[in-house]
């Protein structure tokens, strides 16, 4: 069977790639675990239609040829799934493969189904469980981040929904994790697939973009690197030199960050030197060497030096990267790294072990990794500044949007950055977040207001007169607050009605008046109000007050003939009917999230375009579905879509723009600029008159001679936003523009 061939044919080729590294043989191990995890999955097929063994082979291809680990890694990358996914046990496992390989499958299997997995969100923020869980063994990352490899590999079967978390996931936590520990390769192929799948549009106009441009780059790297070589030829060196080119992903951060255009982009290509030191003792020196012959060569970049030869990056990267000037007068960077060192940036610190003196084996291997797990440890019992500087490092790395704060009890919780007291307080309890006057914070007395800051431990404040107002929507950043504090809102004013109607009702009997539609009308009309429900609401708060004045107005209004009302019913001037504000729970319908959300006009109930970020038509936008299958849409880049990305995936729904030109929309650009006088009405003349766009708010500021604008411009999509940009671009005092 072609199948079973197919099967054979990856297991021989993992058999081979093994047996080409330096480790010990172990055949014998990898076969057993190979027969057996195919034989465990027997039958089931993954969401491509490959037999389900394929993935677990692949994964185990990673680990031994791109990660560089040895036969127990290989085990367990093939018995990755046999837990979670059939009837085998742990225990099983054990009594086969030993210790070892079943605490790392174990481990596996903990952490699919836990902080990494579907259900425990909230804990995928707990930063100090996520380096605990690590420390257990290292190789359980690792082997989780070959997994994840080789899923988003095959994101493409996934439906929608599944891809944006997957590849929200990926982002967020596997690349800063796979960059952490120095599998660069890996790092920068997980974040161009999310990036492809994430922006499909500007993945592949960059792609298109680069491989229009590579002949003029590869003429620009031959004409630069032919005096390197004569050098490097001449110092007798042994090397390769190899063009990087910048990923797409990078690519596109920058143009996002720095607001540029690809053409603008100036480092796409660098340039790589890899050499054999002639000893290993020499290698440092051979670094500095080849470095002082090629500046000889070309000018060097006095500020851009950088030097992790000798003072590695805390994952392990060495190098040399100068900056030089080319014949043609543009800088080129270039890096110097050994053989080793190159290997190290590739597969990060699993390539250590094998430039180490002595026999080499597994168990050095093994030692490296106890070293690794021991420096963790240390570092969590006993926190010194200096360890304490590598652990920001990786939490700053992680989560940039986050920040740690403490209970009294000493409990660690994740915040994102910007959240309040009272955010907090929602985070503790509804309760608690409704009746919360104000907190003590690291001992001091703080408003409900104040901004959390890492490291705060907090003491929140409740008070059983306190009331949640409207104003708290202001105060609050999370979706969570303000989702239970809008609860509590139309809660109240639901109770409030309540018992304004039962006020009214019990007036109206006390004066023999009857209580009908009609009444109501006239007193909403009295009271200038719009709704019955406002009227109740009102009356129960005491904003009004009904008195001898109503009822004679009543009155009044009875005696005249029923039939001037039949007469306004009839020509809908009124309508007696009462508007209900709450639709009931069960004519929400359900809501399939592997469809794609079309944002359409006709479409608008069911979505609202979050304040956050103010997507517009032509925006990259996902939704994420909340309460009653309502709607949230974000753009992607959204800080907010990146934690739901992230931490509530199972709620996010693709969605696509299907506006036609009938409705416009908020989006502000920044200008900064050369102050010449003239420059204001230059801008506004681009806007409002050759491109007609409606201003709706402007604002300026000038000092030392520069000036900084920002104007909120009503549009009906992104590619009108940016020709208004471009336009401006072009006026000459104009020197950078972004939206925000
Ligand atoms: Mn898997």
Known sequence: MDEEKMIEEAFNTLVESYLATKHRKKVEKITKAFNFA?????????????PYIMHPLSVAQIVCTEIGLGSTSICAALLHDVVEDTDYTVEDIKNMFGD??????????????????????????????????????????????????????????????????????????????????????????????????????????????????????????????????????????????KQRIKSPYSIWNKMQNKHVTFEEIYDILAVRIIFEPTDMSRELNECFNIYVGISKIYKSHPDRLRDWVSHPKANGYQALHVTLMSNKGEWIEVQIRSTRMDEI????????????????????????????????????????????????????????SEIFVFTPKGDLRTMPAGATVLDFAFSIHTFVGSHCIGAKVNHKLEPITYK???????????????????????????????????????????????????????FLRAKGLTNDSATVDLLCELHEVQKPEAL???????????????????????????????????????????????????????????????????????????????PIPGDSVMGYVGDKNHVYIHKFQCKTAQRIKANRGNHIIAAKWDIGNSMQFEATIALRG????????????????????????????CSDGIFE???RLLVHDTDELKEVMNSLKKIPTVKEIARV
Request: proline letters at 3%; aromatic letters at 6%.
């Open 674 to 701: 050369i102050d010449k006088p003239g420059t204001l009405n230059q801008i506004t003349e681009v806007i409002s008159s050759s491109l007609n766009i409606n201003i709706s708010k402007l604002e300026i500021s």
């Open 536 to 614: 109740f609401a009102a009356i129960a708060q005491g904003q009004i007050v009904l008195g001898q004045e109503d009822v004679n107005k009543i009155q009044n209004k009875n005696s005249a003939s029923a039939a001037s009302w039949m007469r306004l019913f009839a020509f809908g001037k009124k309508k007696p009917v009462r508007k209900i504000d709450d639709t009931p729970d069960e004519e929400v319908p359900a809501i399939d999230k592997t469809k794609i959300l079309q944002l359409s006009d006709t479409n608008r109930s069911k979505y609202t375009l979050c304040d956050c970020c103010k």
């Open 100 to 241: 070892k390989i079943a605490q790392i499958v174990d481990g596996l299997t903990k952490i699919s189904g836990g902080i990494f997995g579907d259900h425990a969100s909230a804990q995928a923020e707990n930063f100090k469980k996520l380096l605990l869980t690590m420390s257990e063994d290292i190789r359980v990352i690792l082997i989780k981040i070959a997994d994840r490899l080789h899923n988003m590999r095959t994101l493409g079967s996934q439906p929608y929904n599944k891809q944006y978390k997957i590849a929200g996931e990926t982002l967020y936590i596997y690349a800063p994790l796979a960059h952490r520990l120095g599998l660069n390769s890996i790092k920068t192929e997980l974040e161009d697939l999310s990036f492809r799948y994430e922006h499909p549009e500007e993945y592949a106009q960059i792609e298109y973009k680069l491989a229009a441009t590579k002949a003029e780059r590869d003429t620009v790297f031959d004409e630069f690197i032919a005096p390197i070589r004569q050098t490097l030829d001449s110092l007798g060196v042994k090397y390769v030199i």
């Open 452 to 506: 959390l800051q890492s490291g705060d431990q907090i003491e929140v404040l409740t008070s059983k007169t306190q009331h949640v107002t409207r104003e708290w929507l202001d105060i609050v950043t999370t979706g969570k607050a303000a989702t239970k504090i809008l609860a509590t809102l139309r809660k109240d004013e639901r109770e409030a009605r309540r018992k304004g109607e039962s006020m009214l009702d019990e």
């Open 345 to 400: 940036a590739e597969k990060g610190f699993a390539a250590h072990w094998k430039y180490k003196e002595g026999e080499q084996n597994e168990d050095d291997a093994e030692n490296e990794l106890e070293k690794w797990l021991t420096t963790i440890k240390e570092i969590l019992d006993d926190p010194q500044p200096d360890a304490m500087d590598f652990l920001d490092t990786i939490k700053l790395n992680l989560y940039a």
């Open 38 to 50: 195919r034989h465990a999955h027997q039958g089931v097929r993954r969401l491509s239609g490959e």
């Open 709 to 711: 604008s920002t104007i």
